[in-house]
């Protein structure tokens, strides 16, 4: 599936859209830990809680849930919620 | 982390750690011109950036963004490149039946004994220690506290810490003993292991704790900031939420050497820097703690107070500083002292301003302006 990743984590991936593989939102997000080493616990804490800017969608459909089933085709998009100054 | 241990003579660099990034300032022998080298991490909370004494190379950032989740970065070239930890602090699972806890960020580091190179401890918020053995590149829960029933109990809830943490601070290692250890948290008080951090210890007798909160509870001890004399590792000096204070070791009990300070000024502040050679000259930054604790220069008229007789006397140092309508805070790691002959002290204020002085605090020069809220300032000798 496509990814989409957030600016913020750019420094990570080079890129705004990856490709990862998982059968669920854990999944695709260890698989993006795999190929890019430490931009899951940027997202996620260590007690699976995603953290407090990030918001994940697929389908438009907003993802609280790490382990939702993903199907094999689609897009991810991990987004920053704006906060701060 | 201090620069006390190296030797003097050598141009110090400055680290300093912002809201929003990162700056080194080079100076040049005379401690006269400084060249500026950032920022690093634009955009990132930097809440400590140290240089390792050890090697006199490796620098380790504690960061965060607004966004994202903290972690730590390390540079072996003075900040050319910059490289991740693999496993930044984090607390374990569920222990104890206690709620499971997320580090916010990394708030404070401090390199282990000489004798144990690529050793460092870290400090959280929410209260947590750490510690490293691979050079900051990966590091684990240290000692027993961050899941221990009685100090949970201690770290107090969110609401009793500092605006935007509790936190564990003033890590401190015994030069003479690399199991000899302190650190504070904000809240929870001063602590001590003998043990390697096996187990801790309060160490809060003789502070005060704000007036109705129950002093036989270790919770409302609020240290800000600790530190031990290089000179005589026996004393330790600490500026508190309720007083500035010297300890003799083997001494338990803390002396509150504040009340000599004058009545109008008081003796509540952030930061605490002792003298590299001298364990009788120390300096503090005191702040507004009234009333509402504006937590700004008193009466908007910053100045340096120094003391060099371990307290018992206390000298105003404003000199070259704004005479009027300067509302500063001065956070608890960003004033520091170099270990030149004549020591050079350091200011960095929430404004973003730099101040400096070359002769022990008598004058003090801005070295630099607009930079953001600083939070931390360390004077190294990179090698």
């Known amino acids: 599936m496509r990814v989409l990743i957030p600016s913020a984590l750019h420094s990570y991936t080079g890129r705004a859209w990856v490709a990862a593989e998982g059968a669920t939102v854990a999944a695709v997000l260890d698989d993006l830990d795999r190929q890019f080493p430490g931009i899951r616990f940027r997202m996620v804490d260590e007690q699976g809680q995603i953290r407090r800017h990030i918001r994940l969608f697929f389908r438009n459909e907003m993802l609280f849930d790490l382990a939702a089933p993903l199907p094999a085709d689609g897009e991810l998009c991990i987004v920053q919620a704006l906060s701060g100054g | ?383």
């Open chain 2, 1 to 383: 982390m201090s620069a006390t241990q190296e030797p003097a003579g050598r141009p110090p660099t400055l680290l300093v750690a912002t809201r929003k990034g990162a700056w080194l300032f080079h100076a040049d022998a005379g401690r006269q011109q400084w060249r500026v080298d950032g920022p690093h991490f634009l955009g990132h909370i930097i809440n400590h950036l140290v240089l390792d004494p050890r090697d006199g190379r490796t620098l380790l950032a504690a960061a965060k963004t607004g966004h994202l989740g903290p972690t730590i970065f390390r540079s072996t070239d003075l900040g050319k490149t910059w490289q991740e930890a693999a496993q930044p602090p984090a607390f374990g699972p569920v222990a104890n039946g206690l709620d499971a806890r997320a580090v916010d960020h990394t708030f404070w580091l401090t390199q282990a004994h000489a004798s144990e190179p690529d050793v460092w401890y870290a400090g959280t918020s929410p209260q947590g220690l750490f510690r490293s053995e691979d050079g900051g590149r990966t590091w684990a829960p240290f000692s027993c506290i961050n899941d221990d029933l009685q100090y949970r109990k201690w770290f107090g809830t969110v609401q009793d810490g500092t605006p935007d943490g509790p936190k564990l601070h003033s890590i401190i290692v015994d030069p003479r003993d690399p199991r000899h250890l302190y650190f504070a948290m904000s809240g929870g008080g001063v602590h001590e292991s003998l043990d390697g951090g096996k187990s801790f210890s309060p160490l809060v007798e003789g502070m005060e704790v704000v007036e109705g909160f129950d002093s036989s509870d270790v919770t409302f001890y609020d240290p800000h900031c600790v530190r031990l004399c290089p000179s005589n590792p026996d004393r330790l000096y600490q500026q508190n939420h309720c007083g500035i204070y010297r300890l003799d070791r083997p001494g338990h009990r803390w002396q509150r050497i504040g009340r000599n300070m004058p009545g109008e000024v008081g003796d509540i502040g952030f930061p605490m820097v002792v003298h590299p050679r001298n364990a009788q000259t120390l300096w503090v930054f005191p702040m507004d703690g009234s009333n509402v604790w504006p937590r700004v220069s008193p009466g908007g008229r910053p100045a340096v107070y120094a003391s060099r007789d371990g307290g018992q006397s206390w000298q105003r140092q404003d000199t070259g500083l704004p005479a009027s309508q300067a509302w500063w805070t001065v956070k608890r790691q960003a004033m520091t002292a170099d270990a030149n002959e004549v020591v050079g002290l350091y200011v960095g204020t929430s404004s973003g301003e730099l101040w400096h002085s070359r002769d022990e605090g008598q004058s003090w020069q801005c070295l630099a302006r607009h930079l953001p809220e600083i939070y931390a300032v360390e004077a190294v000798y990179p090698r």
